[in-house]
């Protein structure tokens, strides 16, 4: 099952949304094409037990963690996410609002983790919190969107595309986060690491919340 568009279009070019999926791929290329690359992921990725937050140079793993991924299907499934939701929601948001949502979905991501668990020193890395945040806003924001999906049938080798509700999709994003590990390219990492739940609760949580309070103010849309 693959997402392939939405149903609610603007006519703007969805630029800021683009430029975060080209920063998001070519830190990733950066991150795969290291030699020591689990050195690589100790320096950039956040480690709670390492944060402290009077000292600023800790906290800024927490910003570049955003941008970095733990495989292949991690970050292909994040980046299409985005693709899918994002354009929308920075066109009715504007880009510095819709960065600024990005930003604090992402970093509402890394607190809700933090606060479970300080005292973790496995590195937390991607854009996953910040993505959450995203589709948190969508399902407010547009509320009735149906997703257009690609439905494979291996057996009977064909497919077909089914329109799906929004809040199908959100659901559907989260196990693909149970899946996207396997291959990962970060292998010293992966039996230490799996799935950091709270950031996706965190990120969700704080991108509907900022979505009701944004709400009222775009009433005159009537995209959804």
Known sequence: MFPIRDHSSFNKFPLLTLLLIALNVFIFIIE?????????IYLYAWIPKLIDFSNYKSLFPILSSMFLHGGWLHIIFNMWFLWIFGNNLEALLGKINYLLFYLLSGLAAVLLQYFADPNSTIPILGASGAIAGVLGGYL?????????????FIGK????????????????????????????????????????FFTQIGG????????????PRLSSYRND
């Not at 795969?32 to 690589?40: G, L, R, S, V």
């Not at 010293?188 to 690491?193: A, E, K, N, V």
């Not at 969700?204 to 709400?215: E, H, L, N, Y």
Request: net charge positive.
């Open 204 to 215: 969700f949580a704080a991108g509907w919340i900022m979505a009701q309070g944004i709400k």
């Open 32 to 40: 795969i094409t290291q030699e020591k690359i689990i050195a690589f």
């Open 140 to 152: 407010v924001l547009f509320p009735h969107a149906r997703i257009e999906t690609l439905i494979i």
């Open 157 to 196: 080798r064909r497919l077909t595309k089914i329109n799906v509700p929004a809040q199908f999709m959100l659901f559907y994003w989260f196990v693909t986060q149970l899946f996207t590990n396997v291959g990962n390219v970060v292998t010293g990492l992966q039996t230490q690491g799996g799935v950091a």
